[in-house]
């Protein structure tokens, strides 16, 4: 996806310099944009590698940081449901920003090469209620960890108690280096501890995985998915633990540099159907509400055999408005997404009205219902919905 930059520069770097720590007030968004920090400016790119090129893509060296680049996410969301039905969803992030080029960056052990965010939250629907926190930290004297999968070890992603990690099945490694992969996280009033395990294959995005974000070269990132990964493990909110099983979609992606000048936000549906296909649709905003020609989506048969859905295949449109209880940002109340050629026609409709999240900046993301048709047919599902770009009690 486009998704995941958003942190916003020097509003949150003095936070980091403690280590890697719970923000007990999140700091106010700067007036950086979308486009500012996802785009393109020369100077910000220089020194850093550009994704111009479909990639030679190897796994499990992959899964791992790509320091050449400038950003980086890993990134799982996921619905859940415990023994007696109670439904919730689950989000946990990674971020990898660098501070310069990595042929330039300081040597120190204590240096800040990079830095890593995380965010974590739970959407308890039953309980009507929408839990969230983030972590900070430099990427040095072992404030977090960032290991990509080497011989004889997995993936191990950590900041403070939070992670995601890698584990030995069978007595040895997995054969990706990745899955299965267990997730912990937690804060004052939840906390989950699941593992993912092998589902669907991995979706390239994009051209085979260069998943272009702008007309100018370089303006793109690398990205991949896992679209449906069984979920299982513990939940807790307000200190009640719930054994729970599910689904999750898992996103991995890597730039230096994407957004054009004229993007101001964008809209990421990931969606989940019971016919066992997934439909994964980004639509870049310009400040009118239209989407630019490098909105794409995906298409992920039930034998996981993927088709593009290109600019103009899938039509989004949002319907009616919820309004932050502060009424400083508004979002879509609901959205309908209709395939061009009539291959589908779903509703999306959030299972908890509000799950914005008050981290470094304000962003929009939580679990979401699909009703509608598939191929003429009647089809359900989940899935999760992001959306950003809100401010001042509308969509800019």
């Not at 965010?119 to 430099?138: C, I, K, M, N, S």
Request: aromatic share 10%.
């Amino acid at each position: 996806m486009t998704r995941r930059w958003w942190w916003g520069g020097a509003a949150w770097l003095g936070c980091l310099w403690a280590g890697c720590r719970p923000a007990a007030t999140p700091p106010e968004p700067t007036a950086a944009s979308v486009a500012e920090l996802l785009g393109g400016a020369a100077g910000a790119a220089a020194g850093f590698v550009r994704a111009t090129a479909v990639p030679q893509l190897e796994f499990p060296r992959d899964h791992g940081p790509h320091p050449g680049f400038r950003t980086e996410w890993w990134y799982l969301t996921g619905n859940l449901q415990d023994r007696a039905g109670r439904r919730f969803g689950v989000q946990l992030v990674f971020f990898r920003q660098a501070l310069a080029p990595f042929a330039t960056a300081r040597r120190a052990a204590s240096a800040a090469h990079e830095l890593v965010l995380a965010h974590a939250a739970v959407t308890d629907v039953d309980g009507g209620r929408f839990h969230h926190e983030q972590r900070l930290a430099r990427h040095a004297a072992g404030l977090a960890v960032l290991n990509g999968p080497a011989p004889g070890q997995p993936l191990h992603l950590a900041c403070d108690d939070w992670s995601m990690r890698g584990v030995a099945q069978d007595g040895g490694l997995q054969v990706d280096g990745q899955l299965p992969l267990e997730l912990r996280a937690g804060g004052r009033d939840f906390a989950f501890a699941l593992r993912a395990g092998t589902g669907k294959p991995l979706v390239l995005q994009g051209d085979r995985g260069l998943s272009a974000k702008g007309p100018e070269p370089g303006n793109a990132s690398i990205y991949y998915s896992l679209p449906r990964l069984p979920l299982e493990g513990t939940v807790t909110v307000l200190g009640v633990d719930h054994a729970v099983t599910g689904q999750g979609w898992f996103d991995r992606e890597w730039s230096t540099s994407a957004l054009a000048d004229d993007v101001v936000g964008w809209d990421w549906f990931a969606l989940q159907l019971d016919s066992g296909e997934e439909v994964m649709w980004y639509q870049l905003r310009r400040p009118d509400g239209t989407a630019t020609a490098q909105s794409r989506g995906v298409l992920v048969a039930a034998d996981g055999a993927a088709q593009p859905l290109l600019a103009g295949a899938v039509a989004a449109v949002p319907e009616g408005r919820w309004v932050a209880p502060d009424g400083a940002a508004s979002y879509p109340a609901r959205w309908r997404l209709a395939a061009a050629d009539g291959a589908f026609e779903l509703a999306v409709v959030p299972l908890l009205a509000d799950q914005e999240l008050h981290t470094v900046v304000r962003y929009w993301e939580g679990a979401v219902s699909v009703t509608g048709l598939r191929a003429g047919r009647p089809v359900l599902g989940v899935g999760y919905l992001e959306m950003t770009g809100a401010r001042g009690g509308g969509r800019r």
